[in-house]
Each structure stands twice: as C-alpha cells, then as structure tokens.
C-alpha cells in the first residue's frame, strides 16, 4: 500500500478509548483501529485520515482525538451523525444535545482549521461566525453518491428513491445525470425558507441538513432536528404528538453493498 502513487486511507474512530468506541463500532474495534495504526506508521505510509462521527458520549473526548491524529501524522475528520443508513436507529440517543452543539462549534472554531469536516457542521453557523469548512449543504452541488449498481443519489445520507438523481448505465452517463438531471437542477436552486423564514439566522445555517430533516420526518423546508435555536426540538416533539406522522417517517432505502439475502428451495 506505502508503494501505490495515490492511495487515500480513512480509518473510523468514535471513542478514544475501547469503552466508547466499541458501545458504537462493535467489540473489539477500538484495538483493531490502533493496530491499523500503528502499521500504517510502521510502513511509513504517509498521512492517512482518522474518521470521527462526533456523538453525545465523544463531544468530551474531541482534543484527545486531535491530539491522536497528531501523534500519527495524519488528519483528523469529524462528521455529524445523520439519521440514516443504521443511523436511523441510533441517532435519538447518540447524537449530541443542544448545549454540545455549543461545545462543537466553539471547539471547531478553536482547533479545526485544519480538521476536516465537509459540510457536516454549517447548521451551527447560526452561533456566530462562520466555522471553516464547507458552510452549505452539498448534495447534488458539489457532492453526489454513486452505488454499486450505479444509482445516483445526492449524498451518501439520502439513499431513497425520492433522492436518486438517475444511474450512470443510463444514455449519457454520469455527466447527463450530474448536469441535467430533475434532482440536481432543482437542489441548485435557491431554497425555500419556509418555517425558518421569520427567523434571523437562516441566512447563515440555510435551514441545516436535507437528509437529517428527511429522515426524522420533518419537511425539507422546516428546521433541522438539532437546528441550535431549538425549533428542530420543538418541531420534533410536535411530530412525535402525531402517531400517524411518526409512522410514515422514510426509512433508507436498501444498501445495495449487503444484497438481499434470497432462499434456497431444496
């Protein structure tokens, strides 16, 4: 791997330690990261990247994680959990409160210049100045997932029909789907405020993540579910009121790298 021209390495990591990293990855996972580690040092393979999906139990731990990333060279990256994917089952528990998105946003104003978070973490643009990074949802802009049977979606967190762009067997390929599809060209355009009209900081978190508002059953054009001024709490509390609601709430769609298992008839 050290001899490739081009090989770009990510290992994930929720916890600095076994306790919390493996309560979310899987027993034994934790020490499997490290060893990944300490061969990819031991190879002099070059900077690699250490993956963190910041949740409720690690906000604490985001300095030991900078400080690991660092004791190997390599480059930290944070991520905002979404509910979707297994995440959909975690997320009411895992991801952060309302008072460590605080703590996160002042961290990454802080310490991550040069951390790496995508478009992760804009929602939290509404606290004050604008965090590094990329500050606007991507998908469809200057993101996009491809599958492995070559469904086109607008971001690793919106596997589901209603978010395929088209497929890249089709006439035209990718560039016709990336340039000329329904999905992308309406997602480039200006969005509706909708509920967060009234409200003064919409121009800086731009109503936060598409996919975490989809999969929690809120409308697009509603406020995020963590959305830092409370309204994601108080439109969440609103839907959980609603049984019917709650019940038609989107699930991911099929990840097609697990295929459905099928039957053998003897």
Request: proline content about 7%; overall charge negative.
């Amino acid at each position: 791997l050290a001899a490739m021209e081009y090989l770009d390495i990510q290992i994930s990591l929720d916890g600095v330690d076994a306790v919390t990293n493996d309560a979310v990855r899987g027993a034994g996972s934790y020490d499997m990261a490290r060893r990944a580690m300490d061969n990819l040092a031991a190879a002099n393979f070059g900077p690699f990247k250490i993956s963190v999906v910041v949740t409720r139990q690690n906000v604490p731990q985001l300095d030991q994680f900078k400080a690991l990333a660092d004791s190997y060279g390599a480059q930290l990256r944070v991520t905002r959990l979404r509910p979707s994917g297994r995440g959909v089952d975690s997320w009411d528990h895992l991801h952060p409160t309302n008072l460590q998105q605080r703590e996160i946003y002042d961290w990454l104003m802080a310490s991550g210049e040069n951390v790496l978070t995508g478009d992760s973490f804009f929602h939290l643009n509404a606290l004050g100045p604008s965090l590094p990074g990329l500050n606007m949802c991507g998908a469809g802009r200057v993101v996009c997932l491809i599958d492995p049977i070559g469904d086109v979606y607008a971001c690793p967190f919106v596997i589901h029909d209603e978010f395929r762009a088209g497929n890249v067997r089709d006439p035209g390929g990718f560039a016709r789907v990336w340039k000329q599809s329904d999905l992308f060209t309406s997602l480039r355009e200006p969005q509706s405020a909708g509920a967060c009209a009234s409200c003064g900081a919409f121009d800086a978190c731009q109503g936060g993540c598409m996919a975490a508002k989809f999969f929690t059953g809120l409308p697009l054009d509603g406020p995020d579910p963590e959305c830092v001024g409370g309204d994601g709490e108080v439109a969440l509390a609103e839907l959980a009121a609603t049984p019917v609601a709650v019940s038609l709430k989107p699930r991911p769609a099929m990840d097609h790298t697990k295929p459905a298992r099928v039957p053998v008839l003897s």
